[in-house]
């Protein structure tokens, strides 16, 4: 092991420097970074070459010469009879994809030799396993992984794919995404949309939970299979909740007793219904949010998962070496990040801060989500629930719930009303 030389791809580092030498350096290029070159020489080239590519100013042989002799590299680099030499390397136009996808390969694959010598230590030294666990999974998170394609997509690629999308479309009704099965929601969004970070926000006891086991009831009877990640309530406890909405039975009921022979048989057809829906839960509390990566990679792998659901973030544990709201970018930057892997919508449960209680309108707003800067950043869609008899006990909207739509990045705001059944935990359409 010791005499095995490091992946690397030298003569498609010369190439790709050529290309950038002679001024027909290509988009793929862009894809690349100054440590993804094997040779200390080519890295500070193109360091250079990216230099002056980032300021507009012309790209050959005597101006990088210069930009390194200003910062001391040049004999690093190998000198200007090395660059020049780089010249006289002509790369094939049609192959510079070809080459930088190459050096990415070798990079990724440096990457993942060192990781892997990190991790080794880490297991002999680390006596702490949830915490060696951890290290572990963030370890190669952060690889900068490759799928061996092209770096860019470009109009010409989309002109073919598009339109069969576009066909597929047909006429329907314009639910394009996961289905809530709430007719208000479904018509703001079209249904839940891949690959979209869906941040449900709310005070306590405004119906957070109720509203995602309405959107995971939804989904999973259009066939959508969903994985629910419960960090606070059980997953005995939710599926009671949902065995009392779909027998519509007092949920109560449930927790303190009292169920009525007659209610029976409407709890054994709810159960019914439930078993056949695509719907898994893991209760598993106070979970890293590289844990929730894996474990939902898992149930995306072994069950098809169309939509997760995380309930909620203030139990999410981060790294807890920086302050909160860097903590909390980190959470919502990772699940973003597997939304887009998975390509699945993610829903975000989200307390909000004690903001709204100290004005005359309660309705929340996005400057009351806590550490709101990296949440509002990282979301698609920010929704908050309010419900105003929960304040004023003479309101004309009692039952009411108000669903504000308080960011969209690809569509309307603003709020919509849906039923709030609080004897068995749920939301209608009014």
């Known amino acids: 092991m010791k005499n095995r030389q490091f992946p690397q791809a030298i003569e498609a580092e010369e190439s790709i420097l050529s290309s950038c030498l002679l001024g027909s350096e290509d988009e793929c290029c862009e894809c690349l970074k100054p440590e993804d070159f094997y040779k200390k020489a080519h890295q500070v080239i193109f360091q250079a070459v990216s230099e002056l590519q980032a300021k507009g100013q012309p790209v050959e042989s005597n101006s990088v010469v ?16 090395y660059i020049a030499m780089l010249t006289d390397v002509i790369p094939i136009a049609t192959s510079i994809s070809h080459y930088a996808n190459l050096i990415k390969q070798a990079s990724t694959r440096r990457q993942v030799i060192a990781k892997g010598q990190e991790i080794v230590t880490k297991a002999y030294d680390n006596p702490d396993f949830e915490s060696l666990i951890n ?9 900068d992984i490759i799928s061996g394609g092209e770096c860019f997509t470009s109009y010409r690629d989309l002109a073919e794919s598009m339109p069969d999308k576009w066909e597929a479309l047909g006429d329907n009704t314009g639910l394009t995404g996961i289905p809530s099965g709430l007719s208000p929601i479904d018509r703001i969004t079209g249904g839940f949309q891949h690959p979209d970070l869906i941040i449900i926000a ?16 939804g989904a999973a009877r259009n066939g959508h299979p969903v994985f629910i990640l419960s960090l606070e309530m059980s997953c005995e406890q939710l ?35 439930l078993q056949r829906l695509p719907i898994y839960i893991d209760d598993t509390p106070r979970q890293h949010y590289m844990e929730i990566i894996r474990r939902s990679r898992r149930a995306a792998r ?23 709201d860097l903590e909390v970018g980190d959470i919502t930057g990772a699940l973003k990040g597997l939304a887009k892997e998975l390509n699945v919508p993610v829903v975000l449960l989200s307390q909000l801060n004690r903001g709204a209680e100290g004005r005359d309108d ?14 509002e950043q990282d979301a698609d869609i920010v929704i908050f629930i309010y419900r105003d008899e929960y304040y004023n006990k003479e309101t004309m909207e009692q039952g009411i719930a108000e669903i504000n739509f308080a960011k969209h990045r690809n569509g309307r705001t603003g709020p919509v009303k849906l039923r709030w059944l609080g004897w068995r935990s749920s939301f209608e359409n009014l």
């Open 66 to 81: 210069q930009k390194l002799r200003e910062a001391g590299n040049l004999e690093t680099a190998g000198g200007a009879s």
């Open 135 to 143: 290290e572990v999974q963030r370890a190669f998170s952060n690889v």
């Open 202 to 217: 709310a005070r306590p006891g405004m119906g957070k939970t109720a509203l995602c086991s309405n959107i995971a009831e």
């Open 239 to 273: 599926y009671s909740r949902q065995t009392a909405k779909t027998a519509k039975i007092d949920s109560q009921k449930f927790r303190l007793g009292g169920i009525q022979t007659a209610e029976w048989q409407r709890i054994l057809d709810a159960q019914n219904e």
């Open 302 to 324: 072994e069950h098809g998962i169309e939509l997760i659901i995380i309930d909620y973030l203030q139990l999410i544990r981060g790294d807890g070496n920086q302050r909160k």
């Open 362 to 375: 309660k309705r929340p707003r996005l400057s009351d989500l806590r550490e709101s800067g990296a949440i």
